[in-house]
């Protein structure tokens, strides 16, 4: 066991404390990035499947810094290329990243105000600053009813799948349409499964309209700006996102077209009794909130492109209408369905509790001011909505680490000057003092006066 002090630790090699080193380092700020896993993208290279490709487009895919030239804007990474950009940018810039380092514990000195930072391996860290990094995305988040199925069902989160191969022969049952879960739903129905997707209630985005892609019409519309203040509620920065693709240069995803291709689309899934699936029959209402995000999306493009007096061609999107014609199934026979393989496509719990602090609200979630919490030294970033929009994307992370260390700098030299002032203000009191001894004679050589004008001056 061993104790280091140091300036800054960042906890977490991903995206986010990729940049918030990056800022540092280029500052020439002392910091160390702690991460769990012995490599950097340990979320793209551990934790997605071998098909991955990003949803945002190339000119969005870039970490400060480290723009990429000769590379098509509109085109998207595939998870390969995303590890070794991230490999790639750590070595070029040096990054002070210490990798098989897990935390256990963050905590605060109240007297000194310095943090105590923990690892697994026993050693502790001691530090001014404290950077979580570790994202949003951190335990596969499976339902409790996951017991009810019959033990020769094969479940996995979508965390763990990796392709259609590696699943057992028969049918899977995909619980989720988020974009993970409508991405796995395609590439199992393509891969010639039966494929049943429990269908939520996420929108869908055309990839393309009017000759740019969705997310460069989100950006114009400002989408990307908006604060938590804008949404619906607060427990809206966790909804999931909605179904979009970047595969084979990117395409919309559509569950009407999924049914027209032989998907068979159920309601939210409600539980498991007797070896029968029980089902809530809302796939309907769920298509229909689908089919109103993507027509409210497009009609706001509209909107912008004729007051803003872009030259962009009309389009008139397909409308199909496959999904209304499944039936409303509230019971699925597992045996009869021949479904052998469950893929929960769910999401994600997250958990702070490392950090023994007061700083979370009744969600968990940090309660900060971009990234900078009530608790000096302690900040946040990389985490979606955390500032606005982007800021849990690659797209947006860069900004708020930029804030985050500046903030530190700034905090670091207000202390400096702080110091500084108290030193002058005790450098003139002992002035005074001098004075008044030389004036009263105390210290000056009278043998009466010169204990106590030693105990003065000391």
Same mark, same amino acid.
């Given at each position: 066991?061993?104790?280091?002090?140091?300036?800054?630790?960042?906890?977490?090699?991903?995206?986010?404390?990729?940049?918030?080193?990056?800022?540092?380092?280029?500052?020439?700020?002392?910091?160390?990035?702690?991460?769990?896993?012995?490599?950097?993208?340990? =979320?793209?290279?551990?934790?997605?499947?071998?098909?991955?490709?990003?949803?945002?487009?190339?000119?969005?895919?870039?970490?400060?810094?480290?723009?990429?030239?000769?590379?098509?804007?509109?085109?998207?990474?595939?998870?390969?290329?995303?590890?070794?950009?991230?490999?790639?940018?750590?070595?070029?810039?040096?990054?002070?990243?210490?990798?098989?380092? @897990? &935390?256990?514990?963050?905590?605060?000195?109240?007297?000194?105000?310095?943090?105590?930072?923990?690892?697994? +391996?026993?050693?502790?860290?001691?530090? $001014?600053?404290?950077?979580?990094?570790?994202?949003?995305?951190?335990?596969? @988040?499976?339902?409790?009813?996951?017991?009810?199925?019959?033990?020769?069902?094969?479940?996995?989160?979508?965390?763990?799948?990796?392709?259609?191969?590696?699943?057992?022969?028969?049918?899977?049952?995909?619980?989720?349409?988020?974009?993970? !879960?409508?991405?796995?739903?395609?590439?199992?129905?393509?891969?010639?499964?039966?494929?049943?997707? =429990?269908?939520?209630?996420?929108?869908?985005?055309?990839?393309?309209?009017?000759?740019?892609?969705?997310?460069?019409?989100?950006?114009?519309?400002?989408?990307?700006?908006?604060?938590?203040?804008?949404?619906?509620?607060?427990?809206? @920065?966790?909804?999931? @996102?909605?179904?979009?693709?970047?595969?084979?240069? +990117?395409?919309?995803?559509?569950?009407?077209?999924?049914?027209?291709?032989?998907?068979?689309?159920?309601?939210?899934?409600?539980?498991?009794?007797?070896? $029968?699936?029980?089902?809530?029959?809302?796939?309907?209402?769920?298509?229909?909130?689908?089919?109103?995000?993507?027509?409210?999306?497009?009609?706001?493009?509209?909107?912008?492109?004729?007051? =803003?007096?872009?030259?962009?061609?009309?389009?008139?999107?397909?409308?199909?209408?496959?999904?209304?014609?499944?039936?409303?199934?509230?019971?699925?026979?597992?045996?009869?369905?021949?479904?052998?393989?469950?893929?929960?496509?769910?999401?994600?719990?997250?958990?702070?509790?490392?950090?023994?602090?007061?700083?979370?609200?009744?969600?968990?979630?940090?309660?900060?001011?971009?990234?900078?919490?009530?608790?000096?030294?302690?900040?946040?970033?990389?985490?979606?909505?955390?500032?606005?929009?982007?800021? !849990?994307?690659?797209?947006?992370? !860069?900004?708020? =680490?930029?804030?985050?260390?500046?903030?530190?700098?700034?905090?670091?030299?207000?202390?400096?000057?702080?110091?500084?002032?108290?030193?002058?203000?005790?450098?003139?009191?002992?002035?005074?003092?001098?004075?008044?001894?030389?004036?009263?004679?105390?210290?000056?050589?009278?043998?009466? !006066?010169?204990?106590?004008?030693?105990?003065? &001056?000391?």
């Amino acid at each position: 066991m061993s104790t280091t002090r140091i300036e800054t630790v960042v906890i977490g090699g991903g995206q986010a404390g990729l940049s918030v080193s990056y800022y540092m380092t280029r500052q020439g700020r002392e910091h160390v990035v702690l991460e769990q896993a012995d490599a950097p993208a340990n =979320a793209w290279r551990n934790h997605r499947w071998d098909s991955f490709t990003l949803n945002t487009p190339n000119w969005q895919s870039q970490l400060p810094g480290a723009e990429r030239h000769g590379v098509d804007p509109d085109e998207f990474m595939t998870r390969a290329e995303i590890v070794t950009y991230f490999e790639d940018y750590a070595r070029r810039f040096d990054l002070p990243v210490r990798y098989r380092t @897990k &935390v256990n514990r963050v905590e605060r000195d109240p007297v000194r105000g310095e943090y105590q930072v923990t690892t697994s +391996g026993g050693d502790e860290l001691v530090a $001014r600053n404290v950077v979580m990094a570790t994202g949003l995305y951190q335990t596969p @988040k499976i339902p409790s009813l996951s017991a009810e199925f019959p033990a020769h069902v094969i479940q996995v989160h979508s965390d763990g799948y990796r392709n259609p191969q590696e699943l057992r022969p028969g049918a899977v049952l995909v619980i989720g349409s988020a974009q993970s !879960g409508a991405q796995i739903a395609e590439e199992l129905n393509e891969a010639g499964r039966q494929v049943f997707l =429990a269908v939520s209630s996420a929108g869908r985005m055309p990839r393309r309209y009017r000759g740019k892609d969705a997310n460069f019409w989100s950006q114009r519309l400002g989408l990307y700006d908006r604060i938590v203040a804008d949404l619906p509620s607060s427990k809206a @920065k966790f909804s999931g @996102k909605p179904h979009i693709s970047g595969v084979r240069g +990117g395409h919309t995803l559509n569950l009407h077209q999924f049914a027209r291709d032989g998907v068979e689309l159920l309601g939210h899934l409600r539980g498991v009794r007797d070896g $029968r699936i029980v089902l809530a029959p809302d796939l309907h209402d769920s298509l229909t909130k689908s089919d109103q995000f993507e027509a409210d999306f497009v009609k706001a493009v509209d909107s912008y492109v004729e007051k =803003a007096g872009i030259a962009a061609p009309p389009e008139r999107l397909s409308s199909l209408q496959d999904g209304f014609m499944q039936p409303l199934t509230t019971e699925l026979d597992i045996e009869a369905a021949n479904i052998t393989n469950v893929i929960w496509a769910t999401g994600y719990r997250f958990d702070f509790s490392l950090v023994k602090l007061p700083i979370f609200d009744d969600d968990g979630y940090p309660i900060q001011t971009r990234g900078v919490t009530a608790h000096e030294g302690l900040f946040f970033v990389g985490l979606p909505w955390l500032h606005n929009g982007k800021s !849990g994307l690659i797209y947006g992370v !860069g900004d708020d =680490a930029a804030y985050v260390v500046q903030k530190i700098i700034n905090d670091r030299r207000r202390s400096s000057c702080q110091q500084t002032k108290a030193r002058s203000g005790i450098t003139s009191r002992f002035g005074e003092l001098q004075a008044g001894a030389a004036t009263t004679g105390v210290g000056a050589g009278r043998p009466e !006066g010169r204990g106590r004008g030693q105990s003065m &001056v000391r």
